[in-house]
Structures are given as C-alpha cells and as structure tokens.
C-alpha cells in the first residue's frame, strides 16, 4: 500500500497533467499497433 502511494505520488509530480493510467493506455495502444508486445 506505501509503496503504491508513494509511485502515485511520483507519478502526479512528474506528470500533473496526464494521469498514470492515460499515460499506460496510450502507450499499450501504440505498442499493439506497432505489434506484439515487447518480451522483457
């Protein structure tokens, strides 16, 4: 739970106009349309 609180944080300073989940969705969406996901 800290550790969730503490990314969303980080996340709301280092993007304040664009929430995390925005920011996923749009990367997802152009990852699938460039092709398979990436394999880490």
């Known amino acids: 739970m800290r550790k969730q609180q503490q990314l969303?944080?980080?996340s709301g300073l280092?993007?304040?106009l664009?929430?995390?989940a925005m920011v996923?969705?749009?990367a997802?969406?152009?990852i699938f349309r460039d092709g398979?996901?990436?394999k880490f």
Do not use: I
């Open 18 to 20: 664009k929430p995390e």
């Open 28 to 30: 997802d969406q152009s």
């Open 14 to 16: 280092a993007f304040p």
């Open 8 to 10: 969303e944080a980080v």
């Open 24 to 26: 996923d969705e749009n």
């Open 36 to 38: 398979p996901p990436p």
